[in-house]
């Protein structure tokens, strides 16, 4: 399938890119990675920002080699430690809120799970809900396919309505959740329905 073959050829891109952090020992890539926490501290972030992708890269070297666990440097005091890698916590707001909590942007595992978000729980487990189906229309198997007059066009409209949330996501949904941690990342793309960072208007 296409999505699948786009997922594979992303993952070896950004193995690619991480190169570069595979290039620093332990302590430069621990030191490089606290800097850069206090950095993202105090804020709401976009996904594809740049920095914040940097440093997911940087994350999937240091998860991979556990440096988290080594203690080389001292971690930013507002980051608090995440139970799931021992990581501090970065957690990301994505379409899967609701069965998967806050991610945590080193291990990919549940940081924060939505029961113990807090205040804002209600409204994004809503928002997710009502994404699910529109995200649903890129998984559409070939029967429901064919019995749909036109399936390009429920795509199309799908990937429009995607956009629509996903701004709704970062303008109204995400932002409380940084009164509760030290930064906070949010998805801003649907791969699936082609709908790209660009594409989100906030």
Known sequence: MRVAHEADSVERLW??????????????LARWMSQTLSQLQGQLWRMSH?????????????HDR????????????????TECCRAPLLPMVTRDVLENGLIC???NGTAVE?????????????????????????????ARRAAHENYDQAYEAAATESEK????????????????????????????????????VT
């Open 15 to 28: 193995q690619d890119y991480a190169g570069v952090f595979r290039q620093f020992d332990d302590l430069t």
């Open 50 to 62: 740049p920095l914040v992708a940097s440093y997911r890269l940087a994350a999937m070297v240091a």
């Open 66 to 81: 556990q440096v988290w666990h080594q203690r080389l440097v001292t971690v930013p005091p507002d980051f608090p430690i």
């Open 105 to 107: 942007l080193h291990c």
């Open 114 to 142: 939505i029961e113990k978000v807090g205040e804002p729980a209600e409204a994004l487990a809503a928002w997710a809900e009502t994404y699910a189906p529109v995200h649903g229309v890129a998984h559409w198997d070939d």
């Open 165 to 200: 949330q996903l701004a709704q996501l970062g303008l109204e949904l995400a932002p409380p959740l940084v009164e509760f941690y030290p930064a906070v990342v949010w998805e801003d793309q649907d791969e699936c329905l082609q709908v790209r960072p660009e594409d989100i």
